[in-house]
């Protein structure tokens, strides 16, 4: 690194930390590869939420979700909640975010007004005209679909159009549609949104080495998060029949877990009590009952999901090297939450606080700053992004940043920089608030006003099959590790300044 870095952000949505190349070879990134042997593997990464807006709206503001305001799904983080972009405004870089923000909730609510709501992505001359700034980002070019939701338009759309590809609407859902695709997205490769995120992404990094900036540029991809669904000819690129089926182990006993989890392997499974008439619902809380057939072809569909964003990922690391930036820039990848694929039987995110769903890929790369080829297990969060972006450039870190510094885990200088980590989970406000504490060994969920839980032995039992929240010989370890969650609770918390006189 000979000058003041510059950062670049990738990342995917709903990724598995076991669908990456380097850690399973039934599913190829050789892009992501290069990348990881180029820098160093984080084996404890973790989302401080496992779902989109609260982790998203952490990773820009350096705070966890019941500090940011964006706490749940059908929420947003309110636009005066100190963001990174600002500060890297104030001191010279030029930031952008190019793909999925999901800082906001799909409904422009008249109190809480979003414009990442409906019917405002399609209207293109509104995106015409507003490319920012949004949430610090000078810059924003953005899309909201998964596939071929119809929430399909905003600066993606725009670019379609421009390409000529006037019936992009076509391959995509109208509102209200229920015959999705399935599995071959009839979109052509050239005109899929990762197509744009790259070609777009590689744009503004030419502009920025033109002009000598410094940047933060996020590039933000909305796979491989389903529906499963992705262009020929990654639909085949992998043969469902030779493609491993997560299952449930066979000591797994899910009546010694909450409720929810055993009602989850019924066929009509009742629900009701977290579904109280208006509200929204819980993410995952239905039958997570599947067909084993069609799940490897849904796995089989993941992985090329998978493998064709790392194809364009590889395109923007190839600029980076074309314009001779790639020393000086930080390039980190990761995801904001996991995914489940049959993993103890369940096939959707919700309040299911395994490793499948809270722990993440994550990869950090800057030559001769970052020790290539290197894989840690010191436990990282993603709410420590923006102040370890901050860090790598010099710039102070604001005193509303609850997030850790990890500059020194990544240059090799420090074995860790947390001992333990906390996801959030306040997903149906009044009936449904988890948090699970991690440290070395243990994993604890606890429920709100509830007297079920889990504690997990992550040393001896990695595959979360025995919960010891009941077991007698566990009693005086669940109330080491509530004492401990309570410390870690009172340390997060922001100080927004310092103390600078008695009284």
């Not at 000598?212 to 085949?236: G, I, K, N, Q």
Request: proline share 7%.
């Amino acid at each position: 690194m000979k000058k003041k870095p510059n950062v670049l952000l990738i990342t995917s949505d709903q990724h598995h930390w076991m669908a990456m190349g380097y850690n399973n070879p039934e599913v190829k990134t050789p892009n992501l590869d290069r990348l990881a042997e180029s820098g160093m593997i984080f084996d404890r990464a973790y989302c401080p939420n496992p779902t989109c807006t609260p982790t998203r709206a952490s990773i820009i503001s350096g705070m966890y979700p019941s500090q940011h305001g964006g706490y749940s799904l059908g929420t947003k983080m309110p636009e005066d909640v100190h963001t990174v972009g600002e500060d890297f405004h104030q001191n010279g870089y030029r930031s952008a975010l190019i793909g999925k923000a999901h800082f906001q909730q799909l409904f422009d609510h008249p109190q809480y007004r979003s414009i990442e709501s409906n019917p405002l992505q399609s209207n293109l001359d509104f995106w015409r005209e507003f490319n920012g700034p949004f949430y610090g980002f000078d810059h924003i070019e953005l899309t909201r679909n998964h596939a071929d939701e119809f929430h399909a338009g905003q600066h993606y759309g725009i670019w379609m159009e421009e390409k000529g590809f006037s019936n992009w609407r076509e391959h995509f859902q109208t509102p209200g549609d229920t015959n999705r695709q399935q599995h071959k997205w009839t979109i052509p490769e050239e005109f899929h949104y990762s197509t744009w995120i790259a070609e777009r992404t590689n744009a503004m990094l030419d502009e920025y080495a033109e002009n000598e900036d410094h940047f933060f540029l996020w590039a933000s991809f909305p796979d491989p998060h389903p529906a499963y669904l992705v262009p020929e000819p990654w639909d085949t690129m992998y043969d469902p029949e030779k493609i491993t089926v997560p299952t449930m182990h066979e000591d797994e006993d899910f009546s010694k877990m909450p409720p929810h989890f055993a009602k989850t392997q019924e066929e009509n499974p009742d629900f009701s009590e977290y579904h109280p008439e208006g509200s929204f619902g819980c993410h995952g809380f239905s039958s997570h009952l599947h067909d084993r057939k069609e799940m490897s072809k849904n796995i089989a569909v993941y992985y090329g999901m998978v493998s064709l964003m790392d194809k364009y990922i590889g395109k923007i690391l190839d600029k980076l090297d074309e314009l001779g930036l790639r020393e000086d820039t930080l390039v980190v990848f990761t995801t904001d939450h996991g995914h489940f694929f049959g993993q103890h039987g369940l096939v959707a995110k919700g309040a299911f606080h395994y490793e499948d769903m809270i722990k993440i890929p994550f990869i950090a790369s800057l030559p001769g700053n970052i020790p290539a080829n290197s894989k840690t297990d010191s436990m990282l969060s993603l709410v420590d992004l923006a102040p370890t972006f901050l860090s790598y450039c010099g710039i102070e870190i604001p005193n509303s940043m609850t997030g850790v510094d990890q500059k020194a885990v990544f240059t090799g200088e420090a074995v860790s920089a947390r001992d333990n980590i906390i996801v959030e989970n306040h997903h149906q406000p009044e009936l449904l608030y988890t948090k699970t504490y991690v440290n070395d060994c243990y994993k604890l969920t606890v429920y709100m006003n509830r007297a079920y839980g889990e504690i997990f032995d992550l040393k001896n039992d990695p595959g979360e099959t025995k919960n010891l929240w009941d077991e007698p010989e566990s009693q005086e370890l669940k109330k080491d590790l509530l004492l401990k969650f309570m410390h870690a609770e009172m340390a997060k918390e922001p100080l927004h300044m310092p103390r600078v006189w008695g009284a």
